[in-house]
């Protein structure tokens, strides 16, 4: 696995709600359906993906093993 670089970090948030939005769009997921998927509060994710609040690393690491391996 190649490791992310120190100058991608920049792009953190903003790669994260994309890759979220694109996961929930191809599968077809609501919100509300995405965060049971993956054990997280709605509401938490809606303030995320509207620029209203952040999400902790951990969290954002538990996303990013969803939708790894449900083939992204």
Known sequence: MEKIKAHQL???????KEII?????K???SIHAFTKL????SNQLYLFLNDKRGLNITTMQRIAEI?????G
Not at 21 to 25: D, E, I, L, T, V
Not at 67 to 71: A, I, L, N, Q
């Open 10 to 16: 920049i792009n953190l948030t903003r790669d994260c």
């Open 21 to 25: 939005n694109n996961y929930m769009a």
């Open 27 to 29: 599968h077809e997921l």
């Open 38 to 41: 993956c054990k997280l509060n």
């Open 67 to 71: 939708v790894s391996k449900e083939g």
